[in-house]
Nanobody
């Protein structure tokens, strides 16, 4: 499966933004999905995960502000109350193992989208 992420942009602190990830050359059926992000000079970090059956998990830093959802060909990340520290390139991910994503083991993730920049100005 190929993934394409889009929806990033420049917003003010406190604003909301919705990221999308679309499957091409296949579907998301059979995959756990997630979002990671990478800020300049930092390692890629786990943000949120969603299982094949819709169970969700979040990094502590975004819990209560972000919401992940999915269907068979699309995935979304609804981000609210954005902070300057949310500034990063956001990547969507698909893997056969939910634990790979929830553990934040980005080196083991099977499929990546190309990334979309989110910039939050304070």
């Amino acid at each position: 499966v190929q993934l394409q992420a889009f929806g990033g942009g420049l917003v003010q602190a406190g604003d909301s933004l919705r990221l999308s990830c679309v499957a091409s050359e296949g579907t998301f059926a059979g995959y756990a999905l997630g979002w990671f992000r990478q800020a300049p000079g930092k390692e890629r970090e786990y943000v949120a995960a969603i299982s094949r059956t819709g169970g969700t998990w979040y990094a502590d830093s975004v819990s209560g502000r972000f919401a992940i959802s999915r269907d068979n060909t699309k995935m979304w990340l609804q981000m609210q109350s954005l902070k300057s520290e949310d500034t990063a390139v956001y990547y969507c991910a698909a893997d056969g193992s939910l634990s790979t994503i929830v553990r934040g083991d980005y080196a083991a993730v099977d499929h990546w989208g190309q990334g979309t920049q989110v910039t939050v100005s304070s």
